[in-house]
């Protein structure tokens, strides 16, 4: 599949402050996107997803917004904690015959400071 | 057991062994993955299964050989690896093959190659 650019790749900031991380992708038929978090030695979790219908999608201090026309969606984490820290992945994936497989970034890795 | 578990969690072989990953999910999905993870670079799709049938496999060197014989259970047979195939192996499950389905890992497995 297409390439998902993810910025930054690390991210540091202070415990109650936002955190935001932005995907952009280039296939413009992509309408899903979900985000992952990974913890220290953990395996990924889905945190939160979004389809192209819609523009915002909001999980208590986790939203994520799409901007399909300028293609890209980004993960908006409010009132941070320490235990946000962790790497987080976006993803992209297209609809189709033999769409099987999602798209992920590199990952950002995100470090809140208490 | 709960999940979607891997064993060994970490392994050490040389280029010449013969070594095997194993999988076992027990959430009764019906897809399985092989993902590769390496520093810095994105989670790498190697293989997918769909109701034990290999639906995908991403160019993935004939060292890396996939065995799905029911639709629990996922192996990833390995022989005369290179050192840079050392990676964390990372399993997933998800209901069925569609790629808008929630991947649930399993917690790797760290394979280094001397």
């Known amino acids: 599949g297409e390439n998902v650019e993810q910025h930054p790749s690390t991210l540091s900031v202070q415990e109650g402050d936002s955190a935001v991380i932005k995907c952009t992708y280039s296939?413009?038929?992509?309408?899903?996107f979900p985000w992952y978090k990974q913890e220290l030695g953990k395996r990924p979790q889905l945190i939160i997803d979004?389809?192209?219908?819609?523009g915002e999608k909001k999980d208590q201090r986790i939203a994520v917004t799409l901007n399909k026309t300028a293609k890209h969606f980004s993960l908006h984490i409010t009132e941070t904690q320490p235990e946000d820290s962790a790497v987080y992945f976006c993803?992209?994936?297209?609809?189709?015959?033999?769409?099987?497989?999602?798209?992920f970034g590199k990952g950002t890795k995100l470090s809140v400071i208490p | 057991e709960t999940g979607v578990t891997q064993t060994p969690r970490h392994l050490v072989m040389g280029m010449t062994n013969k070594k095997s990953l194993k999988c076992e999910q027990h959430?009764?999905?019906?897809?399985m993955y092989w993902y590769k993870q390496s520093a810095k670079k994105p989670l790498e799709l190697m293989f997918v299964?769909?109701?034990?049938?290999?639906?995908e496999n991403n160019s993935v060197p004939s060292r890396f050989s996939p065995e799905c014989p029911n639709s629990s259970h996922l192996f990833l047979h390995l022989h005369t690896l290179q050192p840079e195939d050392s990676a964390l192996y990372l399993c997933?499950?998800?209901?069925?093959?569609?790629?808008?389905?929630?991947?649930?890992f399993g917690e790797g497995s760290r394979l280094t190659v001397l």
């Open positions: 959430l009764g999905h019906n897809a």
């Open positions: 993803a992209r994936g297209t609809g189709g015959a033999g769409s099987y497989q999602l798209t």
């Open positions: 299964y769909s109701l034990e049938e290999r639906v």
């Open positions: 979004i389809r192209s219908n819609v």
């Open positions: 296939d413009s038929a992509s309408n899903y």
């Open positions: 997933a499950s998800s209901q069925d093959k569609r790629y808008t389905g929630e991947l649930f």
